[in-house]
């Protein structure tokens, strides 16, 4: 016999359930809602929800982050100086604040796994959700490549490691990803906890290391304050002279900080597999505030007053790319200032998030894959899903992708060109993601005031639109039309650095216009996009989530924490 639970809220018990059977009943109306009748759930199956809210909370929080924040950011303050670092990643920061802020009002009002896919083919064109799809899922699939191989050249930092074959860690890396991702999505939800506590512990603990040490708490004594922002300066110039090479030199932070964000949508991805999504959604998305000031924003800053830009140790680890925390400004400020104890342990947490990364690029591009086939625009077949809900043949064939990271074994080699090439096609990929994903709030804002749905009535409604949508919207494209402004300055003309920064722009739009004359699909009006299939089944859910309810002071904390 199943149990009973009683769901209570603040007004007083809404229902009385069996929770083993009602859930099973929720699960089958959603699915079967979703996938289109209740043959294809007896087929194929169903995702489950099994991210707890810590999972998903921590996820907003660290997820996706690698080695971008703690070795990239390094080559962005060489080469724009630290004033123009930070108001990079701030302005960026704003710009990906607000997008979160529009995906997380769709995501509330539809929580579907894979979600972007299926906005953008609800609400905008059936051409827009293939091409957002396939582009995130070769996007994400082949950073995974990256993040696997960045974790492998970490580890050659610690002696002895770089007499073993770097193809040794890129097989144990990747092996054990492809275990957190195969068998449960909350054993993938519990090994992201782990790996975003570590890398909060890290950072709020180098923020305050960077803090003391400025002030003069280190083993020299020494005050630093804001001398570097004075020597060598506060903006360097970039590929001019005067006011126009130091905002050159911003204007290239911004591209930096925008790859440096990548991946920050991961939540609306898992928002089909999250436990009471209208409640943990809009929390985490919320989350992503603190993800932004605490990694990117003081982040940066504290890099700024720690490291010179023109730091020889720095440009020397970067001009002979040498591995893992030698590259690291954290690294290199903490030296520089004579502790000698922490390279190690920074070195340890780069690899921890390079491993956390392909995790979580691992787990992205299989939803991807699973969204596409329920669009129907990827063979059915990719929605099969195992008895704990894991849509294996799409986390397979994403994790063969995987296997392309050992043509990066041999540095010189063609194999290494070719690994740098699929590369570089997913140079602006996420800008791309981030664009649809405000073409198809647009399109959502639209289409629920045609519908006569009041915004004032959804669980989750961002702020100042739709202007917020439309400020972020322009900032992204004008990032992908100027990402390659250093090729047109007289005498830097490389034909190789001008495919590098604009390929993703004719991918992105063959994949739109291919399937639209396929498929002869049309833009869809306000009236026609379909916001309600699968939001009653969903709806119904949201009384058989239990309420808890905080017995004590750190329970409180806890439950506001995760």
């Not at 909370?57 to 996706?64: K, P, R, S, W």
């Not at 928002?271 to 993800?291: C, L, T």
């Not at 000698?340 to 787990?363: D, E, K, M």
Request: with cysteine; aromatic share 14%; charged share 15%.
């Amino acid at each position: 016999m199943a149990e009973k639970v009683a769901v209570s809220s603040e007004d007083g018990p809404v229902t009385t359930f069996d929770g083993v059977e009602e859930r099973e009943r929720d699960k089958i109306f959603e699915a079967s809602a979703v996938l289109g009748s209740e043959a294809d759930v007896q087929q194929y199956g169903y995702v489950h929800r099994g991210l707890k809210s810590r999972h998903v909370q921590f996820i907003a929080l660290g997820g996706t982050i690698g080695t971008g924040l703690f070795l990239g950011i390094g080559k962005a303050l060489t080469s724009a100086g630290p004033l123009s670092v930070l108001l990079g990643y701030t302005f960026t920061g704003i710009a990906v604040f607000g997008m979160m802020q529009c995906l997380g009002e769709m995501a509330t009002w539809l929580p579907l796994s894979g979600a972007i896919p299926q906005f953008c083919a609800r609400y905008v064109d059936d051409a827009l959700g293939f091409a957002v799809g396939w582009n995130n899922w070769y996007s994400n699939s082949i950073t995974i490549c990256a993040e696997i191989s960045a974790a492998a050249v970490v580890i050659g930092y610690w002696e002895g490691a770089q007499e073993v074959n770097v193809a040794v860690w890129i097989t144990i890396i990747l092996v054990v990803i492809v275990c957190l991702n195969i068998f449960a999505v909350a054993i993938y939800g519990e090994a992201e906890f782990v790996f975003a506590s570590i890398k909060i512990i890290t950072i709020v603990g180098l923020l305050i290391m960077a803090f003391i040490v400025d002030l003069g708490g280190n083993p020299k004594h020494e005050r630093i304050g804001f001398w570097y922002w004075q020597h060598p300066g506060a903006m360097k110039e970039y590929q001019s002279v005067g006011d126009l090479g130091r905002f050159l030199g911003l204007f290239s932070t911004l591209v930096n900080a925008a790859f440096s964000y990548s991946g920050v949508e991961v939540v609306a991805v898992a928002a089909g597999e999250a436990e009471n999504p209208r409640k943990n959604i809009p929390k985490a998305v919320r989350r992503v505030f603190w993800r932004i000031l605490f990694f990117y924003v003081l982040g940066s800053l504290a890099i700024g007053v720690l490291v010179s830009s023109d730091d020889p140790h720095l440009l020397a680890a970067q001009e002979n790319g040498e591995p893992g925390a030698a590259q690291s400004p954290w690294v290199i400020g903490i030296q520089n200032a004579g502790i000698t104890i922490l390279p190690s342990i920074i070195n340890a947490v780069i690899l921890s998030s390079a491993s956390s990364s392909g995790n979580a690029f691992l787990y992205t591009s299989s939803r991807y894959l699973y969204a596409l086939a329920q669009n129907r625009q990827a063979p059915r077949f990719f929605l099969t899903c195992s008895k704990r809900g894991v849509p294996y043949y799409a986390v397979a064939v994403s994790a063969t992708i995987g296997l392309l990271t050992y043509l990066s074994v041999d540095k010189n080699g063609g194999a290494a060109k070719a690994f740098q090439w699929f590369q570089n096609l997913t140079t602006i990929a996420s800008l791309f993601t981030w664009c649809s994903i405000l073409v198809a709030y647009l399109r959502f804002y639209k289409a629920l005031e045609a519908q006569g749905i009041n915004r004032d009535t959804l669980i989750f409604k961002s702020p100042f639109q739709p202007y917020t949508a439309w400020a972020s919207l322009i900032y992204f494209s004008i990032i992908i039309l100027f990402n390659g402004f250093a090729v047109f300055i007289d005498g830097n003309w490389d034909v190789t650095d001008f495919i590098i920064a604009y390929i993703g722009i004719p991918v992105f739009f063959l994949l739109f216009f291919g399937w639209k004359f396929l498929k002869r699909t049309k833009w869809k009006s306000p009236l026609e996009a379909d916001l309600q299939t699968g939001k009653a089944a969903l709806d119904a859910e949201d009384a058989h989530w239990p309420e808890q309810k905080p017995r004590n002071a750190l329970e409180r904390f806890w439950f506001w924490l995760a």
